[in-house]
């Protein structure tokens, strides 16, 4: 343990460069543990306005409880409540409240924390506002003892200054959809989109997948969270909490892993002989740059629907415009869009199926086509196609 004066000021130096350099957050928490021998620190965040646990970052924190706690155990933390309830910067020592008797018989500490090989947490708020909350602790393992009065003033002493550090970089410690990805072009996409955390929160949902929920039961938002069909729902789930854990760890060989696109395909019960609705999910885990190494911000799941029955139609007006195509040939075009047939067009519109045919051949003269494969892939490249 070195308590030093130079060691402060050693930490403190450590502290301000983390907020000039975000990666090198790594090395102040590495340095306050060895300070305090601290088993480990842990820096977390609660955004608020999506009410989901969105930082995670610290020394010595095992991969596999990170995760458990992110997914599962944070949500009955007892010491969780009481920290929240203390006032900004004051701190909590979690054997002042909670005994062994108390320990002997709480799930989180029998089932989580010392099964981690943790046992004993100082912690306090260092930011408390209408966004986030953010929460510091320092933890020691299993037969040590907690933290005594000369480490306790030590972090007494540093708390001002890393509550400031943190309100410096609270873009780092809440989910911005806008930084990520642009809520605003999000929303003119017409394919349904949502932004998940690998629990389920909602951070993001553009309009068409707002449609989407009112025009289907397949999917539904409870309490803030994306509800699926149970026969999929923990099939999904369990492999956005792996995806997760490839994020935080350091393979190469996960990088195009994570990259890649997955499907899951929603279909509602029917009776025998019956066809049922289809819901196509196709979703992707996206890695902020913070993540390297350590979770900072967490990753969000970007999931796309395709329904069928509420998929847009082809733009006609558009397509008029673009191929200088006849009322008649952009009604043809749409309705091939759809996926009838010559003979299928001829028949929704009232006309001989030879009209459609001719009509064809000047719709692909004018757009430089071929064949109807051709024509549909340029239908569905046409921006008006992909944006309200």
């Not at 553009?206 to 994306?226: C, F, P, V």
Request: include cysteine; proline fraction near 5%; charged fraction near 20%.
């Amino acid at each position: 343990m070195d308590l030093s004066v130079e060691r402060y000021d050693s930490v403190i130096h450590l502290l301000y460069e983390a907020v000039a350099y975000p990666a090198a957050w790594a090395n102040f928490f590495n340095a306050l543990g060895d300070a305090v021998e601290a088993s480990s620190v842990h820096m977390l965040a609660i955004d608020k306005q999506h009410g989901t646990l969105s930082y995670s970052d610290g020394f010595n924190l095992p991969t596999d409880g990170e995760l458990g706690y992110i997914q599962k155990y944070g949500k009955i933390d007892p010491r969780m409540a009481a920290v929240q309830a203390k006032e900004v910067g004051q701190w909590l020592h979690c054997h002042e409240m909670f005994d062994d008797e108390f320990v002997s018989r709480d799930p989180f500490y029998q089932e989580f924390l010392i099964p981690i090989g943790k046992r004993y947490v100082s912690g306090c708020k260092l930011v408390d506002d209408a966004r986030s909350s953010v929460v510091f602790s320092v933890l020691r393992a299993v037969g040590e003892k907690p933290l005594g009065k000369p480490e306790i003033e030590f972090l007494e002493k540093l708390t001002p200054h890393l509550a400031r550090a943190v309100q410096m970089q609270i873009q780092n410690f809440v989910f911005s959809a806008k930084a990520l990805v642009g809520h605003a072009l999000v929303n003119k996409l017409r394919q349904p989109v949502m932004l998940l955390t690998t629990d389920g929160g909602v951070v993001l949902i553009n309009e068409s997948a707002s449609r989407l929920l009112a025009s289907t039961a397949l999917i539904k938002l409870t309490d803030g969270k994306l509800s699926l069909p149970k026969q999929v729902e923990k099939q999904f789930y369990d492999e956005c909490a792996r995806l997760e854990g490839l994020a935080r760890g350091e393979r190469p060989s996960a990088a195009q892993e994570l990259s890649s696109y997955q499907s899951l395909q929603i279909t509602a019960p029917t009776l025998p002989g019956m066809v049922g609705e289809t819901l196509y999910t196709f979703f992707s885990l996206l890695v902020p740059l913070q993540v390297s190494g350590a979770f900072g911000l967490r990753p969000l799941v970007l999931l796309l629907f395709y329904h069928p029955e509420s998929a847009p139609p082809v733009d006609s007006n558009l397509l008029g415009a673009a191929f200088n195509l006849t009322p008649a040939e952009g009604r043809v075009s749409c309705l091939l869009g759809e996926g009838l047939s010559p003979k299928e067009i001829a028949s929704r519109l009232g006309t001989q199926h030879e009209t459609v045919r001719k009509q064809l051949q000047s719709i692909y003269r004018k757009t430089s086509t071929n064949r109807q494969s051709e024509l549909m892939r340029l239908m569905l490249h046409l921006p008006l196609n992909a944006f309200d």
